[in-house]
């Protein structure tokens, strides 16, 4: 264990019946500071974790270790934990005000440093002047902030973080994904963050852990997750894939060929790892990472020809569909909005040049 490790999981299994909600599950380390978020689509298996984690279910098998220690079977109350729930669950007897003192009461604090700290969490969640309401006078987005402002107010060293922006419009949520991060970072505070939005993965975490079924598919910084995904699943998860099958028809020291419908395609990429030849691949692309235009005369190296089938005027981009020669499914490709440089039409023949390097998973 890592001097600064504050949580590791060791082949985690919670089973409901017949169900496993999370299936031998292992994080070597959660350190200090860090802000982690579990992504995954619906059901598979992040609320359970968190809770497991926060002591609110105990594991069927396995460990739960925190700061070197099994605490498997110890109560919330004991771990040096605090979580917001997917569902809120405030007080509802006590005014919002109530609700983000509660633990600081708990606590024993000095009335002044009380009204001080939640004074300054009001502030915080945008929700000055509504402190005397009650949960039910407030909308699912307010119940929401508070949900968060009681659990940031104690400053725990771990903080659980259930969808907490599930509820929130569009423009405040993209804001308290800042205000969460800045928090964290300015308190250097351990969060473990649950979402299954990927962008809002990407943009708040230092580490992703991608589940799926109970498992974990990848766990990386989203750099790592988006450039370089483990599975095809991670691939497909996180963002708009293209995906080409071949077969590695060579392998030299900075470079790999591999044969495709399209044609030989050259991989530029000195990673190589744990490649032969005569190994099926699949080759990601992402839509954004392609360039394209008018036939050109001479095939380059890695270019497809395709034709447009048509495009969707999205604002910021225009996503073509291409049908390419050789591709069982149409390409898909993302331009910045071209303004005056004018859109191509369905029908028009164009070139799509891959990048020199691509990202590749094995079969
Ligand atoms: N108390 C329970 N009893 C029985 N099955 C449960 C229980 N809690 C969860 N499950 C099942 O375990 C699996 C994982 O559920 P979980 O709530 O952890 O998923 P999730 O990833 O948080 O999904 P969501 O994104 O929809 O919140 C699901 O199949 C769910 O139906
Ligand atoms: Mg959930």
Known sequence: MAESTVLELKKVTKRFGDVVAVDGLNIPSINKGEFVTFLG???????TLLRMIGGFYYPTSGSVIMYGE???????????????????????????????AYGLKVRKLPKEEIQQKVRRILTLVKMEGLENRKPIELSGGQQQRVALARCIVIEPEIILLDEPLSNLDASLRIMMRAEIRKIQQSLHLTVIFVTHDQEEAMSMSDRIVVMNEGKIEQIGTPTDIYEKPATLFVAGFIGFINLIKGRVESIQSDNVVVSTGVGELINNNKNINGLSIGDGVTIIVRPESVTFGKKLSKKEKNCLRGSIINYTYIGSVVRYTIDVDGLDSPFILDVPNPEGRGIFQSGENVDISLPGKFHFIKD
Do not use: W
Not at 41 to 47: L, M, R
Not at 83 to 98: D, E, I, K, R, T
């Open 41 to 47: 689509p619906s059901g598979c298996g992040k609320t």
């Open 70 to 100: 099994e605490i498997n079977n110890i109560p919330p109350e004991k771990r040096k934990t605090s979580m917001v729930f997917q569902n809120y669950a405030l007080f509802p007897h006590m005014s919002v005000f109530g609700n983000i």
